[in-house]
């Protein structure tokens, strides 16, 4: 059974840092695409950052460029996202989705992702 589970995420303060993890059973991350997504209450689902786990190919929103890193293990079959300079706006539930037909270019977020995650939720709040 191809399975996405994310951890990682809390409760943090304005300015902090949280490494979130999409990790893969079922099947190798080889040949997908990873993409971060987040839905924040009475929000649309928006992306946040993708990569080509084969490749290496990264692309980042304006609203996470400079503070979140997407990166990968191929041998933990994971995904990370770490997010540095938390902002309240950050707030919502993270996912992780992968699809072996995206491609992590532009409009990379816009793709309807095969495999998702359940979740994980990310407070940012003093």
């Known amino acids: 059974q191809l399975q996405l589970v994310e951890s990682g995420g809390g409760l943090v303060q304005p300015g902090g840092s949280l490494r979130l993890s999409c990790g893969a059973s079922g099947f190798s991350l080889d040949y997908y695409v990873i993409g971060w997504f987040r839905q924040a209450p009475g929000k649309e689902r928006e992306g946040v950052s993708c990569?080509?786990?084969?490749?290496?190919?990264?692309s980042t929103t304006e609203s996470a460029k400079g503070r979140f890193t997407i990166s990968r293990d191929t041998a933990k079959k994971t995904v990370y996202l770490q997010m540095n300079s938390l902002k309240p706006e950050d707030t919502a539930v993270y996912y992780c989705?992968?699809?072996?037909?995206?491609?992590?270019?532009?409009?990379?977020?816009?793709?309807?992702?095969?495999?998702w995650g359940q979740g994980t939720q990310v407070t940012v709040s003093s």
């Open positions: 989705a992968a699809d072996p037909l995206a491609l992590c270019l532009g409009g990379w977020h816009k793709v309807e992702y095969t495999y």
């Open positions: 990569i080509s786990v084969r490749s290496g190919t990264t």
